[in-house]
């Protein structure tokens, strides 16, 4: 397949990079920074591209089977300040997807995007609070701009937990569809788990215009 990677700079989407070349798609990763992007291989092109505007973004998505992102801002410590940056660069994201005719656009958001009154008490009075509320609260919106606002698009929110660095098993990666993966476990995910269930979602066309959430298992 030919794929775009957004956020290839990033931790978990490195990962994506370079699962996407093992399995022999052509990737082109969109960056910001192309001295950041120390990977080299035949079929990775690295381009720099402005997220937050489409005209920058389009010619890059032309041609391609897919979208794929792992773009994020970091926490937002004591949630004081309002993030924006998920549907900041969603908007122009799909304006260059629709544009340069991509449908299949699939992106990495988290656990506990929206409030449910059954979600542990750790998540609800600390951890939103304090770190991850505000950068959660604006994945949860960019999924419903995607869900409400963008019927022509064929979405896939995939929802880690905590992201860790170390290898994988090759495991099943563990999913759902919903807030979390339930188990009795306190589960995490491996950045390369992430990245195989992202691909093969890609691979497969399955989980279109869904929110998964996914674990290493
Ligand atoms: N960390 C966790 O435990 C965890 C758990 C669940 C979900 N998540 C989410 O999963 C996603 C990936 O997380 P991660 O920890 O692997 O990566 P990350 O550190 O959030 O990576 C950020 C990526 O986004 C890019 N980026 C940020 N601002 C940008 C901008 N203004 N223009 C262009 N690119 C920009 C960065 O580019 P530069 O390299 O140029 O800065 C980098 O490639 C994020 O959305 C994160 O919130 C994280």
Not at 127 to 138: A, C, E
């Amino acid at each position: 397949m030919k794929l775009a990677i957004l956020g290839s700079t990033g931790p978990s989407g490195i990962q994506l990079v370079k699962e996407a070349l093992q399995r022999g798609h052509d990737v082109t990763a969109i960056v910001r920074n192309p001295d950041k992007l120390t990977e080299k291989h035949d079929k990775l092109k690295v381009v720099k591209a402005n997220i937050f505007d489409s005209d920058s973004l389009e010619p890059h998505f032309q041609g391609q089977d897919a979208v794929l992102s792992c773009l994020g801002c970091g926490p937002s410590w004591f949630s004081l300040w309002t993030v924006t940056f998920y549907t900041d660069s969603a908007k122009p994201i799909v304006t260059a997807l629709r544009r340069a005719n991509v449908k299949r656009f699939i992106f990495m958001a988290a656990w506990y995007t929206k409030y449910s009154s059954t979600d542990p008490f750790m998540i609800t009075w600390v951890i939103k609070p304090i770190f991850l509320g505000q950068v959660l609260k604006n994945m949860g919106e960019m999924e419903d701009y995607m869900e409400v606002e963008c019927p022509d698009i064929e979405y896939t929110s995939v929802r880690p937990p905590q992201l860790t660095n170390t290898e994988t098993t090759g495991a099943t990666v563990l999913f759902h569809e919903g807030q979390r993966v339930p188990s009795e476990k306190r589960l995490v995910c491996c950045r390369r788990d992430a990245a195989r269930f992202m691909l093969d979602a890609a691979e497969s066309g399955n989980f279109k215009r869904k929110c998964i959430a996914i674990a290493s298992g």
